[in-house]
């Protein structure tokens, strides 16, 4: 499996890119907006899976693990295959995601293109529960209860696919050395947390 890919950029299309990585040219497919942020001759490091089929081996770029997990958890879902899949994250951010999923409306889904009213149903039911909830979003400093942040962190590592004893390790861990403002801050405090985590820790990840 190839989990991750650094390399030159050496060609750009609408919806893939070339990465050159040790003398070879590897072809990944990409949601629109990575592919227009990017340009020839750009160093590049991208979350990497890589989908084999009877007649084709096909490489998904993302520039986050986050992105990279829900793309895992949408392949998991009656009806979506891998273009819908990305289809739904050219279209979507992953909160944007986890909020539909949480608050049961599948309306985001409908309007994807590829994703028909039966799948977009399926994604709100199948993945129901395995996703960040909104209550993973930014909380002020200051007004959040004792302990509060580094439970919501907790939450949102257990819906990417972490186990709770291995997320609220890492949380542990991570606040002890973290400044005040990062373990008041949800936001700070998982984006440390998951760069701690880090490609090593995958096998943790279901996806």
């Known amino acids: 499996m190839i989990s991750s890919l650094a390399g030159t950029v050496a060609h750009v299309d609408d919806d893939s890119l070339v990465v050159v990585v040790g003398g070879v040219g590897l072809s990944v497919a990409v949601v629109p907006q990575l592919a227009h942020a990017t340009h020839v001759g750009q160093d590049l490091h991208l979350h990497t899976t890589l989908i084999v089929r009877e007649d084709a081996l096909s490489l998904y770029g993302f520039e986050t693990r986050e992105e990279l997990v829900v793309f895992g958890q ?22 944007q995601i986890a909020e539909a999923v949480t608050s049961d409306d599948d309306a985001p889904f409908r309007r ?57 390790e890492a949380v542990a861990g991570v606040a002890e050395t973290a400044s005040d403002a990062d373990r008041a801050s949800v936001q700070a405090l998982l984006r440390l947390t998951l760069a701690m985590l880090g490609p090593a820790r995958k096998e943790s990840v279901h996806g």
């Open 74 to 95: 949408l392949l998991g879902v009656t009806g979506v295959g891998p273009k819908s899949a990305l289809g739904v994250l050219a279209s979507l951010t992953v909160p």
């Open 112 to 168: 994807v293109s590829g994703i028909g009213p039966k799948t977009a149903k399926l994604i709100v039911v199948q993945l129901a529960g395995k996703l960040a909830p909104p209550a993973a979003a930014p909380a002020p400093a200051g007004t959040a209860p004792a302990g509060a942040v580094p439970a919501q962190v907790t939450q949102a590592l257990v819906g990417l696919g972490w186990s709770e004893r291995v997320a609220a």
